[in-house]
């Protein structure tokens, strides 16, 4: 299949980046088309992905949508390393963590630590801090999850796979937050493991624009 493959959402988006972050790991040319939620409404977004949401993609006759189903495309064109484990059990365990990261470190520690401690600012809205208190104590349990199954450094299979590069988009923006680099800082796993993954070319190059400089002292 040689047609252009092509990845609709808006850039500060920790799903859209998770996307992102997959082809670039595996090797593989996309051309990302920048949308905001105003295209969302939109029919021709809406024969893209029936549920209008972000991201979604075009490969010729291929449509997908929903961040887990890009992330096995990107692996399974992949030209590089493997980013999926072939042991059953690590399989299971990258899968796990992929809902991990869908599940519970973007509905609190994205949408509700970091959103109301930085974005809400960037984009002129008002904060809400009854809100941020109470993302720490569920995130801090998110943490400490993941520090545990970091033993060999990776979430599954002791390698890298789709499972860190999911949940690494997530807690890169929790990090960004005063709370969340207290957090990441006491668990030493853990803030090896995103300091590694922020050094990679795949965080740097998908890190949206627009976030520069917007780190919550």
Known sequence: MTETITLYGFPVSPHVRAARIAFHEAGVAIAFNEIGLDHLPSDAYGAINPFRKMPALTHGAVT???TPALLAYASGLRTGAGLEPTAPADRARMWQFVG??????YPVGVMQLYFQN???G?????RNDAVAAAAIAPTTLHLDVLEGALGDGFLAG???SLADL??????????????GRRLVAARPRLAAWLESLRGRASFTSTFAAMLAGSDQP
């Open 100 to 105: 991990v990261a869908q599940h519970y470190l």
């Open 122 to 126: 960037l984009f002129g809205m008002d």
């Open 158 to 160: 002791g390698a890298l």
């Open 64 to 66: 997908l949508y929903e």
């Open 166 to 179: 999911y949940c690494g988009a997530m807690v890169d923006y929790i990090g960004r937050t005063s709370d």
């Open 118 to 120: 930085v974005l809400t």
